[in-house]
């Protein structure tokens, strides 16, 4: 099972360019190291993502991608929840503020990371259910 650490870890193997923000994230939340906040990180991570994305650093996304899907299918519970929820919901209402169609995504998604990018979708539009 993969944990919160090996989360990062993972992401970071994925995307090395974001190793100095998790680096800062890690040094400002040293108190809290044993309980750390993935969520605000998953946000940034998030945010990193909609940066290769528009870059086209197709490479780098599909790498990111494969390991969204190993959280998926690999992670505990927080993990499962936090790549769902913390990541691409996040990524999904980055790239919408920005006025990027969204469904250009889903050719990266493994098939369970597309279920729960879908889901999202008709939550944030719909107001549907997260629960399978």
Not at 39 to 53: K, P, R, T
Not at 83 to 91: C, Y
Not at 98 to 123: A, M
Request: proline share 4%; hydrophobic share 40%.
């Amino acid at each position: 099972m993969i944990n919160p650490d090996e989360m990062m870890r993972l992401l970071i193997e994925a995307s090395p360019s974001f190793e100095e923000n998790w680096k800062e994230f890690v040094a400002d939340w040293e108190e809290e190291k044993e309980n750390l906040p993935h969520y605000l990180i998953l946000s940034e991570f998030a945010d990193h993502m909609v940066y290769l994305f528009n870059e086209k650093d197709l490479d780098t996304l599909n790498k990111v991608f494969t390991v969204v899907e190993s959280l998926h299918t690999d992670g505990d519970d927080y993990v499962k929840l936090a790549a769902t929820v913390g990541l691409l919901e996040d990524f999904q209402c980055y790239l919408e503020k920005e006025g990027t169609d969204i469904n250009l995504v889903e050719p990266f998604l493994g098939p369970e990371s597309l279920k729960w990018w879908r889901k999202l979708t008709r939550y944030l539009k719909h107001g549907e259910s997260l629960t399978e």
